[in-house]
């Protein structure tokens, strides 16, 4: 997960501060305007870098949907139209049948194409727009997200952990994906191309598995060294 700046509320788009200014007191459910929805979406999309806040996969407006860092919680949560409470996610609308969830604790299986904003509903996980974010989680070449082992703290792994579940962050497309973004980096690294070059940013836009691939290119350049290291001895 990579950390975003949190945005600010003067940084919403003006559409958007105009309608509130209109409708004093009002909750999200109450905005029906789909240009002032559709504003606010690309405000978040651009500001992430076309990348899902949580998973980082490509998101664009017909693929992402408005999510509430402190969710909605049925409109008693004070943060429904707070700007800085939003962050753009991936999936648009769900079907009923991309869910399956477990009877008893009501978590999404990892068989279930439904990952992120709409397989977390009101459980807490880390926010993308807490700096801690990054160091929560490590990243293997089998494509999957896991607790960072380095953590200390309980309640950290604890986070972390649901955190990968809430949000099926292992979801069989995400690991498959993640799989991919890591190996094409690796191929992209043995022909010579800089991690920076990998990594950069083209047209506002971060490649998809930002974290990911940057594991991938720290985890080759340290065994080149050892190598390297090992030949020199
Ligand atoms: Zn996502």
Known sequence: ??????????????????????????????????????????????????ICCYCETRISRG??????????????????????????????????GDYIRDEESGVVSPHSTIHCGHARGSHRVISPYDAKCESLFSYSFSGEISVNPDLTEVADKNLAQDSITYLNLNSESLIAMRKIAMLETVKMLEKGIAPADILRELSGKLPPFYSAAKTAAQIFNSSRNTVGNTANS
Not at 65 to 92: V, W, Y
Request: charged share 30%; glycine share 4%.
């Open 63 to 96: 693929t992402s949907h408005i999510e509430h860092i402190e969710p909605q919680l049925g409109g008693l949560s004070a943060k429904t139209l707070d700007f800085s409470n939003m962050a753009a996610s991936c999936i648009r609308e769900p079907k009923k």
């Open 1 to 50: 997960m990579r950390h975003i700046p949190q945005p600010l509320e003067n940084e919403s788009p003006r559409i958007f501060q105009r309608w509130k200014n209109r409708h004093r007191g009002a909750k999200y459910a109450r905005l029906k305007d789909g240009d002032v929805k559709k504003a606010i979406k690309e405000a978040l999309i651009s500001r992430q870098k076309f």
